[in-house]
């Protein structure tokens, strides 16, 4: 079994694909969801890394993310 992260704070998270801490945030329920790509734990987030490269590698929009883009287009 390989010894890799699966979660990551925010800040490493932001780091590592090249985001700001804050984008990540700001986008919260409209690109990333809760239980799919973070889970709140008490006082920060862990943001699954398998979801956030996932997002970042295709740039898929769920369907409430499309929505949520029509809506203010």
């Not at 889970?39 to 499309?66: G, Y």
């Amino acid at each position: 079994m390989q010894n890799k992260t699966l979660y990551l704070k925010t800040n490493a998270m932001a780091k590592l694909i090249g985001y700001s801490g804050d984008y990540l945030l700001k986008n919260r329920e409209v690109l990333f969801f809760e239980g799919i790509h973070y889970f709140p734990k008490e006082k920060r987030l862990d943001w699954k890394v398998s979801k956030i490269i996932e997002w970042v590698e295709n740039q898929n929009l769920s369907d409430k993310a499309k929505e949520i883009l029509d809506m203010v287009s």
